[in-house]
């Protein structure tokens, strides 16, 4: 089966992006984003086939095994699916890439957006909001917005690159991964002292003198709330504490040195 290309046209991609935002409105766990993936092709398949029924039942089917990646990154898959499929490239090869590269895609993807841009935007748009202004809740939506619409750009992007997208992404997929996940925790961690506010009470002095809460400033200002995002750390990571558990072991403490005027 030969194909001819130049079917689909730019319009065509930026349509299938915009398709591609209710993605996960099919979810369900034996498929995971299958339908959604998908559904978001149907009008390019239609158009590369025509009034040819079978091949869009048979692009389609091939395209409904388990996948489970990152929504934005899934738009780069589609294009990349779509330019293959318009090639006439053989159905069980597009099947094994998409199969073989939705699991990086979804690492990246989380990097970029949900371990960089979330915790970025949020702090920023948070930090405006405290000081009483309206442009902090203005801000977030317009950065998410954008984040929405770049699905117009990442499908163009895969379905440019076609095949050829396979070795860039393999190249430098671990690079931007380690670069984004370095960036987010740099800013969430300069954060800290801004969102976690822990301090021995000013009344606690030792020998009646020495303030215990000047003593840690002296050393490093802030230390306790480092401390303390460190001790959650320990806690979660290497004890395998439950988060409901902490949270609530948070607030006994809390209370309970809240009450004894010792924080």
């Not at 091949?55 to 409904?64: C, P, Q, R």
């Amino acid at each position: 089966m030969t194909v001819s290309r130049k079917k689909l046209t730019k319009q065509d991609i930026t349509k299938m992006g915009l398709y591609s935002i209710i993605e996960q409105s099919c979810f369900n766990f034996e498929r995971m984003q299958a339908a959604g993936f998908t559904l978001s092709m149907v009008p390019c398949f239609e158009k590369i086939y025509g009034d040819q029924k079978d091949e869009i039942a048979k692009a389609m089917v091939n395209n409904m095994d388990f996948i489970n990646t990152e929504p934005h990154m899934a738009t780069f898959l589609q294009g990349l699916v779509l330019s293959l499929e318009e090639a006439g490239e053989d159905r069980e090869l597009i099947k094994n890439l998409k199969t073989g590269l939705f699991g990086p895609l979804a690492g990246l993807g989380d990097a970029i957006f949900w371990f960089t841009l979330l915790p970025i935007s949020a702090a920023i748009s948070c930090s405006i909001s405290q000081q009483g202004s309206i442009l902090g809740p203005l801000l977030y939506m317009a950065i998410w917005f954008v984040a929405a619409i770049s699905r117009i750009w990442f499908g163009q992007i895969g379905y440019s690159l076609g095949v050829g997208a396979i070795s860039k992404i393999r190249e430098n997929a671990n690079a931007i991964t380690k670069a984004a996940g370095i960036l987010g925790v740099m800013v969430v961690g300069g954060l800290i002292p801004s969102y976690i506010k822990l301090a021995f009470s000013s009344e606690l002095k030792l020998w009646k003198v020495v303030s215990v809460q000047g003593i840690f400033d002296s050393i490093l200002p802030n230390l306790l709330p480092l401390g303390f995002v460190f001790l959650l750390y320990y806690l979660l990571k290497k004890k395998n504490m439950n988060v409901i558990a902490l949270i609530i072991t948070i607030i006994v403490c809390s209370i309970g040195l809240s009450f004894f005027k010792l924080m």
